[in-house]
């Protein structure tokens, strides 16, 4: 993290050139035509530049610098000719100086607007609480930030539907809040695209208990059956419970403990090459003289993807003397961004919200047992896929095994042991709720920043 003095003295030198510039005459009201600036009252105004020259590839700039005063806001606005119905790219270049929190200061909006400038109605049949033909009102698009593109600059970018009735969209890049922070923008543009190939996934579960069997090698082959289940069914990615090797055994969770890589891994390795589909397991890791409880994430080519070693412990782990991760990985498949959590974990926000924030699209869940509101919370307040296997009966209303929405729904659930339930889901299309339109687009946005500032 930045020094406070350190960004004071980056805005300083930023203010500084902005006004040798003006000196030189290069900002003499050469803002192009159909741009304005604005803000939604005068006293939190800052300031706006137009650089002719400015941009990575000095086609121009549009720039906002706070003062010391904090809570200034306001946006560099233009419109653009749409029609409706068809699909768009946004993008943008964004450079900041000075500013803690950029994804929630500097930020880019699109608007869709109907001839008389009106706001439109949404024709995406991807909806969340809508009765079959309701048409709700098409809210504001968010571009995500994409890769740094060199010398400081951010691509903010998206692909987006223009609602059937919009024949205009309004494009906003604002500054937010921050004192002391200036945000240079260039090289907007706004294009037809060809609709975006969907990204279809089959997201499977099994729900089992693994009674039988003394040893760890005894307890994974009873999942064999269950994993060519899942490749019968066509799933790409198939969820087990949560250290199947220790469940129902007489022993420590030291005595199940083994290296991973190791045997477990190389066996599930094999299953995963045999029947092309991504394995996630519950296992227990010894490395040196440490414990973990980990998931496993095997690939259709056999090999290890990745683990996460399990950060909340519940008491009796703690007292059983496994020790607890500090990372949150999120690896990249064939089919799009997955991370792990593990039971206890689901109890608490911050580890999902974390997968999240590193661009988990499927969180997978090995779950011995817990709430099923909080799994429908962490799939919900993320708009992710969580992918649950628990060793719970159904009966006993408690934790399920299923394959949760992006609002919390269920799309499929294990009833009976030995069930193995997919869902099929498209990673591509975004779920949209009342008031908010794409609210996982709008997370980063909105969401609060760390005390006292982002790391």
Aim: proline fraction near 8%; glycine fraction near 10%.
């Amino acid at each position: 993290m930045q020094s406070t003095s350190f960004r004071s003295a980056q805005a300083l030198v930023a203010t500084l050139v902005g006004s040798l510039l003006l000196a030189a005459g290069a900002l003499a009201d050469e803002t192009p035509q159909g741009w304005r600036n604005t803000s939604p009252r005068d006293e939190i105004r800052p300031d706006f530049i137009y650089l002719p020259e400015g941009g990575p590839n000095r086609t121009g700039s549009y720039v906002i610098e706070a003062d010391s005063r904090k809570g200034l806001f306001g946006w560099w606005e233009t419109k653009r000719s749409v029609q409706g119905g068809k699909f768009y790219r946004f993008s943008a270049l964004r450079k900041t100086t000075g500013i803690d929190v950029v994804r929630r200061t500097a930020v880019a909006r699109i608007l869709w607007r109907d001839q008389d400038g009106k706001k439109v109605l949404h024709d995406e049949p991807t909806f969340a609480s809508y009765r079959p033909g309701e048409r709700p009102q098409a809210e504001p698009e968010f571009p995500v930030d994409r890769r740094l593109t060199g010398d400081g600059w951010t691509e903010v970018s998206g692909i987006y539907l223009a609602p059937s009735d919009a024949t205009q969209a309004i494009i906003e890049l604002s500054y937010r809040w921050a004192p002391g922070g200036r945000v240079e923008w260039s090289d907007v543009s706004l294009v037809p695209v060809d609709p975006p190939t969907p990204r279809r996934v089959r997201l499977a579960t099994v729900h089992y208990r693994p009674r039988h069997g003394d040893t760890p090698a005894e307890k994974r082959q009873l999942f064999a059956p269950l994993i060519e289940q899942a490749a019968r069914k066509k799933a790409d990615l198939v969820v087990l419970p949560e250290t199947l090797t220790y469940y129902g055994t007489q022993g420590t969770y030291a005595d199940c403990a083994e290296p991973i890589p190791g045997p477990s891994t190389n066996y599930f390795g094999r299953l995963a090459k045999k029947h092309d589909l991504h394995i996630v397991a519950g296992l227990l890791e010894r490395d040196g003289h440490l414990i973990y409880n980990v998931s496993v994430l095997l690939g259709p080519d056999g090999q290890l993807i990745g683990k996460y070693r399990k950060v909340t412990l519940p008491r009796s782990e703690i007292e059983g003397g496994i020790t607890p991760g500090d990372d949150y990985p999120v690896f990249d498949t064939k089919f799009g961004k997955v991370g792990m959590m593990i039971c206890y974990d689901g109890f608490f926000p911050e580890v999902a919200r974390e997968l999240s924030n590193r661009g988990a699209e499927v969180i997978a869940w090995p779950v011995w047992g817990c709430n099923p509101m909080l799994g429908a919370a962490r799939a919900c307040e993320n708009h992710v896929y969580v992918v649950s296997s628990t060793y719970t009966d159904a009966s006993s209303d408690w934790m399920i095994s299923a394959v949760f929405n992006q609002d919390g729904q269920p799309l499929a659930a294990g009833e009976d042991w030995g069930d193995v339930v997919v869902a099929d889901v498209d990673l591509n299309q975004p779920l949209r709720w009342h008031s908010l339109g794409d609210f996982k687009a709008q997370i980063a946005r909105h969401r609060p920043p760390v005390t006292p500032a982002e790391k």
